[in-house]
């Protein structure tokens, strides 16, 4: 062999084959698991293939430059360097396998490609992995992943003994050079992709189209978006910020103080009840406390995690592109419903059966009003049963008692937010309960033992002498499922909201589209206090307001009526009715305007929650 430029690692090719064949392997996995959820003809599917390739391509590019790098510098390999290079390759071929195992049940979860959730499960690896093992036969998991990578040694070994000649004829500067020219061709493709527009009405298909890494890095990357600089801003739309978005709320009328147990249920879609047609008859209790409360039938989450929900109903924010406020840096003494209530002489707890430090809740919540009750809070004989999550609902609600009446007995007022965990996989819960086994069953165990501890919670509350003046709230922290068949699917985020106080409050519908958001303020204008700040927020009571807030990673959504604006990076947006047909024309812009106007302002977190308005703790 002479010397040349045209250098290219033969192994690198046989490499290639094998990477893009487990990713078409995973990429049928996942668009069998879709199939009813998307456009499946041969165009479609074709197309899905081959987009997913160039994805594939890019990932493999530079998944693989340390191997490149390596064989760019490489001599005559000794057995040191062939050692060296088998464990390298075995290591990446198990950590391949293992990526594969993992997206398919990742999406088995969340309908989707790796992105923020995936990112937050390497960071919380107790509770990822105890649920990994709760909810999944793990020694047959690794069984297959280390089977799968068990012969790559030797065919490593086999593609080396062809390589030696091969390296040894090549000059130092010919590798350089293909090295240069192979991440240059990484970098092209993720500017050819970042700048092509979607290729699929379809967004499962879309997110089939991926390849798990690229967005996973993605979402890494653009965590923390500038807004005005990737969003559409009222100056982009020749419009400028109105006057009347931020207000206080006004008391419907002075009361003696209520207490306040507001539960944020995990996963609880309005999908699951009957009363929104569920026929499974699996939230009798929750059924029941929605007739006889003042209850909300449109209310939409704003996100599609816990951490979203805590964001509306404590802050009344919109979500913001990219990461919760909840996990976001100086997110100290925010105007919310923990000072609100806290300056009005309340005990104010977060409890929460898991350990607090997940998803950064103890700081957040800590920081601005409440006092922390979690896992490490329980002693032993308050716990009948755990898993990965935490306790069981029964278990956190006993606690909730436990600590109203504490603060009653010292002749105070309290307000507390509890938790839920329990209708999260791998659904286990004490036995015995209810007519559904733990894990067979699967989520609908999980809703079902969710509303047995609900109405246990309210059974045992009524024997305590504060039940009388204490309003229950029941709003679920996000749903189940989030993917639908357009881009951001509103309907997919509606979730119920019950105000349970019979003693001071008649039952009502409420059936005005209102979001997550109006909760605090309505909650603080029902009870009758003045609130010391402003907020997105209405009195869903009295305002007509008939709007939501959307999100899902970068995308954020605001619903009016039949219309849906999508707020994307790079300044981009779409506008469609509930059933994916476009806007006239002459609805786009009004109603770009009033959306871009609550994110952008509520993208002024920082100045707007940290203003003179914030009330610092009672020295």
């Avoid at 609100?340 to 809740?361: L, P």
């Amino acid at each position: 062999m002479t010397n040349s430029y045209f250098y290219f690692p033969s192994s690198l090719k046989r490499f290639f084959s094998g990477f893009l064949l487990l990713e078409i392997v995973i990429r049928t996995i996942l668009l069998a698991q879709a199939w009813s959820d998307i456009p499946h003809g041969a165009l479609d599917i074709t197309k899905m293939y081959t987009v997913g390739a160039l994805f594939d391509t890019i990932v493999f590019i530079f998944l693989f430059s340390p191997f490149v790098l390596w064989k760019t510098f490489q001599q005559y390999p000794g057995k040191a360097s062939r050692i060296f290079g088998q464990t390298l390759f075995f290591t990446l071929a198990i950590a391949l396998f293992f990526k594969a195992f993992s997206e398919v049940l990742f999406w088995d979860e969340f309908q989707a490609r790796f992105n923020f959730i995936a990112i937050d499960y390497l960071i919380y690896t107790h509770e990822v992995s105890q649920n990994v093992r709760e909810s999944y036969n793990l020694p047959l998991l690794l069984s297959l992943i280390g089977f799968c990578g068990i012969g790559t040694p030797y065919l490593f070994y086999r593609l080396q003994k062809n390589e030696i000649a091969e390296i040894s004829h090549q000059k130092i500067s010919s590798r350089l050079l293909f090295f240069v020219l192979y991440l240059g061709t990484g970098f092209l493709g993720i500017k050819i992709c970042e700048q092509t527009p979607p290729l699929f009405p379809s967004p499962m298909a879309q997110e089939i189209s991926q390849n798990g890494l690229y967005t996973m890095a993605k979402a890494a990357i653009e965590n923390g978006l500038e807004y005005e600089r990737f969003y559409l801003t009222t100056k982009d739309l020749g419009a400028s910020l109105p006057e009347n978005l931020l207000a206080p709320t006004a008391p419907h009328q002075k009361r003696k103080p209520l207490n306040v147990i507001l539960v944020l249920m995990e996963s609880m879609s309005a999908s699951f009840m009957h009363t929104f047609g569920n026929t499974e008859n699996i939230t009798p209790n929750l059924d029941r406390l929605f007739k006889e409360s003042i209850s909300f039938s449109n209310m939409y989450a704003t996100g599609t995690r816990t951490v979203r929900g805590i964001e509306a109903v404590i802050l009344s924010s919109p979500p913001l592109p990219g990461q919760s406020i909840v996990k976001r840096p100086n997110n100290e003494n925010l105007q919310g419903l923990g000072w609100e209530f806290k300056n009005q002489g309340y005990v104010t707890q977060f409890i929460y059966g898991g350990y607090s430090y997940f998803d950064n809740m103890k700081h957040f919540f800590g920081e601005n009003g409440f006092e922390i009750i979690d896992r490490s809070h329980f002693n032993s004989h308050e716990i009948t049963f755990e898993n990965a999550w935490g306790l069981c609902d029964e278990d956190l609600f006993d606690k909730v008692i436990h600590q109203a009446t504490e603060a009653y007995e010292k002749k105070s007022p309290f307000m507390m937010i509890a938790l839920t965990t329990s209708n999260h996989r791998p659904y286990t819960y004490p036995e015995g309960k209810i007519d559904l086994l733990p894990k067979i069953s699967h989520r609908s165990g999980g809703v079902k033992y969710s509303d047995y501890a609900v109405g246990q919670l309210i059974e045992k509350a009524k024997s305590k002498e504060w039940f009388k003046d204490t309003i229950f709230v029941f709003v679920a922290d996000h749903t189940a499922g989030t993917v639908g068949k357009i881009e951001i699917d509103p309907t997919k985020y509606h979730i119920p909201a019950i105000l349970y106080c019979p003693h001071h409050f008649k039952p009502q519908v409420i059936k005005q589209a209102v979001s997550q958001i109006d909760l605090p303020t309505t909650l603080l204008s029902l009870i009758g206090i003045k609130s010391q700040g402003k907020y997105l927020g209405r009195d869903a009571l009295h305002a007509k307001i008939e709007r939501a807030f959307i999100s899902n990673n970068q995308k954020v959504g605001y619903v009016e009526g039949d219309k849906v604006a999508i707020l994307k990076p790079a300044k981009s947006q779409t506008t469609y009715h509930l059933d994916g047909k476009p806007l006239d024309q002459k609805d786009v812009n009004p109603l770009l305007k009033k959306s871009v106007s609550f994110y952008e302002t509520a993208s002024k977190w920082k100045e707007l929650y940290k203003k003179s308005n914030v009330n610092q703790p009672p020295k």
